[in-house]
């Protein structure tokens, strides 16, 4: 996606997979054979149809992590991106080979399913093992030795060329080194073959707004013609998020941004997935409730629990469930001031920071709960019920609500969450707008495994108080 330093890597990963994969079913079937755990087996020797059945095997799952993106840089850059997917791709060739084997006879690769089910269990444990730790240590070594970085020019208006390098900065901190942005006005052909060639630039980013068509198309050619990696920053962003459908009338090409019909069944999954997972971990965390219970009321006077009224899925209001973290019948009209500056201004504090810094109505044991994000978890009862879900938009106040522009209210179309994009793509460091983007893109980019994502992304975030990157 973008470095081309990335497709070294690349190879590396897919000649390390079907060595995993290789490994894995020769032990699975070892272990078949010699495990007192499985009826014994009669003498096996191995033989040049067993060779072609394994190889078979192996290209077989290597097109199916291709389709599913992981051989994408966008998905093998990114660690906990790649989890679900390696579930999924391990589901996908378990029943697809477990169903052949049905078609087939005399091999023991399919004839015992044990070994297939036993070497897609071991091969998946390897993957994330070597994905997610070996190989992001090993690159990120490198890419520190200044082996393989990317030298990134950014062309356009100033505001945006810093957030696109805030954002690849959080894509990853090692790998770009982004060179001085070149301004609307100084975006010159010549000026660019001039930087390309003194800074050794492998890709330019350009951002449409504020720069000539002449220029884009001139600078979209040199690149070609050089190798560059080129990207447009298109005005219609904002838009592209949602999912749209191309069609004709008369020849004359329209793009559709209607509201795609309901997805029933996702719906239906997704609620499955809330209740199930909303019971376990309340089950689970339940001596911690106590623990915080006594806390909370050995710190302050005042109830434990903090009941809110939030706005919910298509502007239905709730009562959203919280520890107390601040002291009871405090005022909320510094927060409800603060909320409107940044919705109408865009405005944050003088650290940078989207939220309010050492809030005097915070209690001791609110410092840390809320550090920890312990304050949230009694939400689990919000999501129980229905009132909201594991992974969604942040439910927000009545206030917040009333100074929305229109397209903000998009972000009201599903029930609110937990966690959300916006938790784990920077928490308080990313501006309003940006939030809602996020936001509106999960709403209309939902699938079961982009929850799967969101949440193993959060535990990082949380634990570490780091991006989900």
């Given at each position: 996606m973008i470095a081309k330093t990335s497709k070294y890597e690349k190879t590396v990963i897919v000649f390390t997979d079907i060595l995993i994969f290789i490994i894995s079913y020769l032990f699975a079937l070892w272990f078949r054979m010699h495990s007192h755990l499985f009826p014994p087996a009669g003498d096996f020797a191995f033989s040049w149809k067993h060779t072609i059945t394994l190889l078979g095997v192996v290209v077989f799952q290597i097109y199916v992590f291709n389709q599913n993106g992981l051989y994408k840089e966008k998905n093998f850059l990114r660690r906990i991106r790649q989890i679900p997917i390696l579930i999924k791709s391990s589901i996908i060739t378990v029943f697809f080979v477990l169903f052949f084997s049905y078609l087939t006879q005399g091999n023991p690769f399919l004839e015992r399913r044990s070994v297939v089910v036993i070497a897609v269990t071991v091969q998946t444990l390897l993957l994330i093992?070597?994905?997610?730790?070996?190989?992001?240590?090993?690159?990120?070594?490198?890419?520190?030795?200044?082996?393989?970085?990317?030298?990134?020019l950014l062309i356009g208006d100033d505001v945006k060329t810093e957030r696109l390098k805030n954002a690849l900065c959080d894509f990853d901190r090692f790998r770009f080194n982004v060179v001085p942005p070149l301004g609307c006005n100084d975006a010159h052909i010549n000026t660019l073959k001039e930087i390309v060639e003194k800074r050794e630039i492998n890709t330019v980013f350009l951002i449409e707004e504020g720069l000539s068509k002449d220029f884009i198309m001139n600078a979209i050619a040199y690149a070609k013609n050089n190798n560059l990696q080129i990207f447009l920053l298109s005005n219609m962003f904002d838009l592209a998020i949602s999912k749209i459908d191309v069609t004709t009338f008369e020849g004359i090409p329209v793009i559709d941004l209607s509201l795609p019909s309901t997805r029933t069944l996702h719906s239906f999954s997704k609620r499955i997935f809330d209740i199930a997972g909303s019971l376990a971990l309340i089950l689970f965390l339940s001596p911690m409730f106590i623990l915080i219970s006594a806390l909370i009321k050995l710190d302050s006077k005042g109830p434990v629990f903090f009941r809110q009224e939030r706005v919910g899925k298509n502007g239905k209001k709730f009562k959203m469930l919280k520890f107390r973290s601040m002291y009871a019948d405090n005022d909320d009209s510094k927060h409800k001031e603060y909320v409107t500056k940044l919705i109408k201004e865009g405005s944050k504090d003088s650290s940078g920071v989207y939220k309010i810094v050492d809030d005097p109505r915070i209690t001791r044991v609110g410092k840390f709960i809320r550090k920890w994000s312990l304050d949230e978890f009694p939400q689990l009862e919000n999501v129980f019920l229905g009132k909201m879900s594991l992974v969604g938009p942040r439910p927000p106040l009545q206030y917040e609500v009333e100074n929305y522009d229109?397209?903000?209210?998009?972000?009201?179309?599903?029930?609110?969450?937990?966690?959300?994009?916006?938790?784990?793509?920077?928490?308080?460091?990313?501006?309003?707008?940006?939030m809602v983007l996020l936001d509106i893109y999960y709403v209309e980019n939902w699938t079961?495994?982009?929850?799967?994502?969101?949440?193993?992304?959060t535990?990082?975030?949380?634990?570490?108080?780091?991006?989900?990157s």
């Open positions: 093992f070597f994905r997610i730790f070996v190989f992001r240590r090993i690159f990120h070594s490198l890419l520190r030795k200044g082996i393989g970085k990317e030298n990134v229109e397209w903000h209210k998009r972000r009201l179309s599903v029930n609110p969450g937990m966690t959300g994009l916006w938790q784990v793509s920077g928490r308080n460091q990313i501006g309003f707008e940006d079961i495994w982009l929850d799967l994502q969101i949440l193993l992304k535990i990082p975030v949380v634990l570490f108080k780091r991006d989900g």
